[in-house]
């Protein structure tokens, strides 16, 4: 009994000092590699052990033959611990250094091009290393929204610049004719300054609009509204310039009692929808036919298509129909067509609804659909 409490005061003693050492040599190395200071504490625990066997075999007198199968037992465990240990170091290195680069590559929008599940990494840091990805890429997206933004503002500015600054001038030419006294026909100065001011005011009432649908949405009063009637109604307003302008508007509306109800704004939708109709009317050559239909699809959502014969748009222009200040003349030549926001309104109206509107290129023209949801069922 009492060489058992001697061997365990013996381990005790050898495994406390080599303990402290190892806690003190682990404290100087803390500022290292992740990999160094693992290789530290796996060697520790390994050096206590030997110390302790070693102090052990002399004590107990154990024949040299022994204590040599012991140390070399003892020897290659070590060796593996440090083995393991290493490796799984470097795999905690790789996967820090991953997750680093990831970090300094948050502002870069090519970013790091390996992804963390293909390094031999725990998967703590594998995880952390794809929502550090998946953040990259939410924020070079939102960049590349915020450049196209910012193109989009300076552009409407030079657009809105040219559109305000030609008719601005032709009012300065005839308020100083007609103050020279040099305009024989008064009164057809005075109406021309009056279309004018119509068509400056309509930009400013399309800047108004756009600038309150691109700001946060402010709670509204909202309601069902029949599509179907409210097609109707805008194709009754608009059939007196279509006819003026020598074009055919026709609607397709289905028949019965379904009155294709959607949950939303009637002013709103209106100027959507007359947007688009008289868009289709304007781009139409005379002899045409704007057909307007509306129709409930599969999925119970309401659809309405505006079809028109302008002979279709540029492949590279489909894009950008529904880009602010963007009308398709690159010399913005002075026209009561408006500023290029009617289609912007229109997609910012439709957005707003929780709807969707596109494009598209058809047999000698281009069908705009817009898909609004149904009323909700109580």
Do not use: Y
């Not at 050898?14 to 160094?36: E, M």
């Not at 691109?214 to 069902?224: H, I, K, L």
């Amino acid at each position: 009994m009492k060489d058992m409490f001697t061997i365990l005061a013996f381990t005790t003693l050898t495994t406390a000092v080599v303990a402290g050492l190892g806690v003190l040599l682990l404290w100087r190395v803390r500022r290292r590699s992740l990999r160094v200071t693992m290789i530290v504490a796996a060697l520790v625990p390994m050096a206590a052990a030997q110390a302790a066997v070693i102090q052990n075999v002399q004590a107990m007198f154990i024949s040299s033959h022994d204590s040599l199968v012991v140390m070399w037992t003892l020897a290659f465990a070590a060796l593996l611990g440090i083995g393991l240990s290493v490796l799984l170091g470097h795999w905690i290195s790789a996967g820090s250094r991953d997750v680093g680069r990831r970090l300094r590559d948050l502002g870069d929008d090519a970013g790091p091009s390996v992804e963390a599940g293909g390094l031999a990494v725990p998967a703590e840091l594998a995880e952390l290393s794809d929502e550090l990805e998946k953040t990259r890429q939410r924020l070079s997206a939102s960049r590349e929204r915020e450049r196209a933004l910012e193109s989009s503002r300076r552009e409407l500015v030079a657009f809105m610049s040219h559109d305000l600054r030609t008719p601005l001038a032709g009012l300065r030419a005839v308020s100083e004719g007609l103050e020279d006294g040099v305009v024989e026909d008064v009164p057809g100065a005075l109406r021309q300054m009056r279309t004018t001011v119509d068509r400056m005011t309509g930009l400013v009432d399309d800047l108004f609009e756009l600038s309150r649908l691109s700001a946060a949405p402010a709670p509204r009063r909202r309601s069902a509204v029949s599509l179907r009637e409210l097609v109707e109604d805008v194709a009754g307003e608009t059939c007196e310039h279509a006819r003026a302008s020598g074009v055919t508007l026709t609607v397709d509306t289905p028949v019965g009692d379904d009155r294709l109800a959607v949950h939303g704004d009637a002013d709103e939708l209106t100027r959507a929808v007359t947007n688009l109709v008289g868009n289709a009317i304007r781009h139409t050559d005379e002899g045409g036919t704007v057909r307007l239909s509306v129709a409930r699809v599969n999925d119970g959502r309401i659809r309405l298509a505006v079809t028109d014969g302008c002979g279709g748009i540029p492949a590279d222009d489909l894009d950008r129909v529904f880009d602010i200040g963007w009308r398709g003349d690159l010399q913005r030549t002075p026209s009561d067509n408006g500023g290029g926001l009617g289609l912007a309104i229109a997609r910012g109206v439709v957005e707003s609804h929780e709807g969707r509107i596109a494009v598209s290129n058809v047999t000698g023209g281009c069908t705009f659909e817009v898909e609004l949801p149904p009323v909700p069922v109580a």
